[in-house]
């Protein structure tokens, strides 16, 4: 991929010209609302108990919030998850390099390990400009994502499954093919690319609040107000006139904050670019379980955690932050802070989303939600700081790709 | 509910009629496209093959129709289904019939025995008017369906589990309380309430493929090229100019075809009557399974069949076709046929629906799509009468309402 010191600088004006490369290629996912759910956030509305009984109910001495949440729906993006986005933004900064066409770049084409979201990515990225992809994957990886991975018109490579391993293999294709390596997350141009759909959720929101329809911006009410699912781009009810006043004016974001899955860190931190400036605080969001929560205890200890090991059922989720993100997030302090959550919130908050929106998504996807929903140091905050008026929440559902089969295993014994 | 003897004729024009009193009380849902089902349907995506391979392949000797898929969004209908719809309709008719209020029709309220979709219907639409609503359910429902029946303010009386168990509980609630009967399927204004979910589809489809941003309708192409899921209401590429021209002059509708799921048939007659002189054809579309293919085998032999006893997936498809309904569908030939499709095609078409459309779908929702992947009668009457032009086919997914815990049993051990 483009050499990181070619790359444009890590500001919010990149993620805007990255938007600008990438729009013929990705999906403008919408971005979506529902009464119940941000009911529930707001304890207008009973949530339903979890397994483990102690998180779960609103009771007494339990933060009482108000939101208004707003889910970005990167499951019903190209490949069925944001990654998209940074491979389609990698591939386009790379046919733009000085010279690598003329050094056979367009033959020698792009490779990657990877078994999941990114492999697929890159895959179609690369079949669309029609150079060849070589992804670099576990031998025992499933049938299915093999499959899919060749869908798209990739060379599949095997390796072991260490680290180790994989790189020893992509060094090898490297050697023999002079393919350009794109990595998943550490790289500037993978941030820039995920961080579009920060931008994308700040205009959709804006435009929802302030459009004419909207029951928020005029007296006339209607649309929102019958329940259940809702699908095409949704107006909210309720968002105070002193906020939408402010909103109008430009002296208030539409989104007090958004809460991101971090795996890598690329979304995330692309996400935070996007908002620099604005108002608008990015919060990441990671399962607690055996250690996955790598990003908050580095942010925590000042120091980057370098290694992960966690079988979090949020399997997106089970990487350490990469160096490039970890500037943004950390050093820079463009994201506010983290939040954890457990295996059950996770659960829990897949739950409400596959029963409550209908809509597939990937336990990696719901942590957002399972932070609005569970996490009283999340709750009390926005509590405090959001008062009367509430906050406007934006969630990042980051990807729907689970197989039923999965589904099964997780869910199948009244898990 | 409403003496059937006064409900409006059984025309297109009481459907009509039906749309304008529950339009406040309903969503009007998407009507969504996919490049990749579409693609599958007409044989240029490779089909994902079944556990029992036999009639999976596209292989030599097999139908290769041209079909564009539309498909109508009832699962992300208020309660999950379409039900909402003839729930709405009956209590609205009920409301305006001379002498219920004066009569004490408002406190005496509604009752029904079901313990599905329906039931959930109905206490929405009784409470949204402020009437009680008893619901009759078996004693060995599921705790979550009961919750849901009382979370929508309803008061459930338990009964056995046979239907004449069901029937005398009924008659002694109406005894103790005067409350009107609402059939789940078995009554005109239940049948013109769910048929406004035909008149919808038919607008969408025609409005979406004559619109100047569709591909299909101008030389721009654009947004349906992607692929992935789409949904937002979409445009779908490819219909051939000389179907749109002549979509456009009204002397033809826009959807060649509707495939829609037939339990008790009050969905399929009220769509059948929706489309009726609008040149639509209608099909019903049934499981299989031990005896499930009650209307299509009562259709064939001109009787209609009173009892099933299927333990089909598709659960919502296990009662016998109604009375009313019948007249319709098999009386006055407003259903051109009836499909039957295996259990396992079933589960092939939920997991596209998953997989691909990223959408919680509930089993007895998926019974038209996998008529239109797998049925090699209708595929070879769809290539014959079609041709190249191919047709566009509406496929109704009726409703969401399925919990994670049933899908791990559908699909947990990699059914």
């Not at 990149?14 to 971005?31: D, E, G, K, N, Q």
């Not at 983290?338 to 996770?346: G, P």
């Not at 509430?390 to 969630?395: A, K, M, S």
Request: glycine share 14%; charged share 20%.
């Amino acid at each position: 991929m483009a050499d990181p010191s070619t790359s444009p600088p890590l500001t919010r004006a990149s993620v805007i010209a990255a938007h600008a490369l990438i729009r013929p290629f990705v999906h403008h996912t919408p971005t979506i609302t529902n009464a119940t759910l941000s009911g529930m956030a707001s304890g207008a509305v009973p949530l339903p108990s979890l397994p483990s009984s102690s998180t779960s109910s609103l009771g007494e001495g339990k933060a009482k919030p108000k939101m208004r949440l707003w889910f970005k729906c990167e499951n019903l993006q190209r490949v069925g998850a944001f990654k998209a986005r940074g491979a389609f933004h990698a591939v386009e900064r790379l046919k733009r390099e000085p010279g690598w066409e003329a050094n056979g770049g367009r033959e020698k084409g792009v490779v990657t390990h990877s078994s999941g979201n990114h492999a697929q990515a890159l895959a179609l990225a690369a079949r669309e400009s029609r150079i060849p992809a070589h992804i670099v994957m576990p031998s025992i990886s499933a049938a299915p994502k093999i499959a899919a991975t060749r869908g798209y018109g990739a060379r599949v490579v095997f390796s072991g499954s260490t680290s180790v391993e994989r790189e020893a293999v992509t060094a090898d294709v490297i050697a023999a093919t002079g393919a350009r390596l794109v990595p998943p997350y550490d790289h500037p141009d993978i941030v820039l690319g995920q961080g579009t759909l920060g931008l994308e959720m700040q205009d959709d929101v804006r435009a929802s609040m302030l459009s004419p329809s909207s029951p928020s911006a005029s007296a006339s009410g209607g649309g929102g107000s019958k329940g259940g699912p809702t699908w095409v781009p949704a107006t909210e009810p309720g968002v105070p006139s002193t906020k939408l006043e402010r909103v109008r004016a430009g002296a208030r974001p539409a989104l007090d904050a958004i809460l991101a899955p971090c795996g890598g860190g690329g979304m995330l931190s692309g996400v935070a670019l996007s908002c620099e400036g604005t108002g608008t605080r990015v919060y990441g969001c990671e399962p607690a379980f055996a250690g996955a929560d790598d990003a908050g205890r580095g942010y925590e200890a000042g120091v980057r955690v370098e290694r992960v090991s966690s079988l979090t059922i949020a399997d997106g989720l089970r990487t350490p932050v990469g160096v490039v993100p970890w500037g943004i997030i950390y050093e820079r302090r463009l994201v506010a802070g983290f939040h954890a959550v457990t295996e059950d919130q996770i659960r829990g908050a897949m739950r409400l989303v596959y029963e409550r929106l209908k809509m597939v998504v990937e336990p990696s996807a719901v942590v957002g939600l399972a932070v609005a929903l569970y996490d009283e140091g999340f709750r009390a905050m926005v509590e405090r700081e959001a008062g009367e008026e509430g906050w406007d929440v934006g969630i990042v559902f980051s990807g729907g790709n689970v197989s039923l089969d999965a589904l099964g295993g997780l869910f199948g014994e009244g898990k």
